[in-house]
């Protein structure tokens, strides 16, 4: 695998420009493809993403774990006292749409959670480095957003390493937190990335579909109609149509009374479920769509 991982990398750099829109490599003239959607457009084995044809779906999300606290490997929303609510991001950082946000979310005082590519880090070190100073907390979604469940034992590694490294490069800090691409996971990834890399895995229970609908109003409704307290919301800051939903969409979990905060400042203040709290509903689980 190690073989492998070196003959990627130069595939990889080739896309950067496409994938990550770096400011840097493309100041002007840049094609109005303003980002590529890894999760939609098929790519070359070789670069890490989905090959032609492979529509296989990832794992399921795993079910939150009621009961265990703070002992939770993994978190789909927590139980907490209070309207808390994350709002967190994937796919970044982005060149243009990041700061975009970036500029809503300081107007609305509003602090965010980025779950970022490594190779978009290395694209766009600048962006990730006013996110982390503007107080958001930033998170692991691998170097180059191929599955955790199809790289084998080596190839989760070298994606959790090389983002890792690439995000301490930009911001001085490792991240505690990650999101497996697609969110495909299982239980023994899951418990490899807490107990090897020290990192709880974060799934959500809000997803707007945001990479599939490209529209404001739907982005917006879909998370308005479905946050509760406790939840981690899953949305994109790649997409044009999910970065202008936001101001509204904020604006109208606020006037429901809903507040928010880091995924880590969330995970802080989840407590296990006692029998009476438990829900009589089964807990919300992220659906496994094939492509995400
Ligand atoms: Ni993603």
């Known amino acids: 695998m190690k073989s492998r991982t070196w003959l990627v990398i130069p595939a ?101 959670t980025f779950f970022v590519l490594g190779q978009c880090v290395n694209a766009n070190p600048e962006v990730l480095q006013r996110a982390a100073a503007e107080g958001h907390e930033i ?19 070298a994606q959790v390493n090389q983002a890792n490294a690439a995000i ?36 959500w229970d809000v997803d707007p579909l945001d990479w599939k609908v490209r529209n404001a109003a739907h982005v917006k409704e879909e998370i308005v109609k479905r946050a509760k307290p406790g939840s981690i919301i899953l949305s994109h800051d790649i997409h044009p149509t999910t970065v202008a939903a936001m101001a509204e969409t904020i604006d109208a979990l606020k006037e429901k009374g809903f507040q928010f905060v880091t995924v880590s400042e969330l995970l802080a203040m989840d407590r296990p479920l006692t029998a009476a709290a438990t829900p009589t509903s089964p807990p919300a689980v992220a659906p496994a769509p094939v492509t995400r």
């Open 12 to 112: 990889v750099a080739a896309l950067l420009s496409a994938a990550c829109q770096s400011a840097q490599t493309q100041p002007v003239q840049r094609p109005q493809v303003v980002a590529v959607p890894q999760e939609e457009v098929p790519q070359p084995t070789v670069s890490g993403y989905p090959a032609q044809g492979d529509t296989t779906p990832p794992m399921q999300a795993p079910a939150p774990e009621p009961g265990t606290g703070s002992k939770r490997l993994s978190y789909n929303s927590c139980n907490v006292e209070g309207p808390y609510v994350a709002l967190t991001f994937d796919d970044g950082p982005h060149a243009t749409l990041t700061p975009k946000l970036l500029d809503i979310l300081k107007e609305k005082g509003v602090k965010a």
């Open 168 to 203: 301490e490069a930009a911001i001085g800090k490792k991240p505690t937190i990650v999101r497996p691409p697609y969110g495909a996971t299982n239980a023994t990834i899951t418990k490899r990335l807490n107990e090897e890399f020290g990192m709880k895995v974060i799934m």
């Open 139 to 157: 998170g692991n979604h691998s170097w180059d957003h191929k599955s955790f469940s199809k790289g084998g034992g080596a190839g989760v590694a």
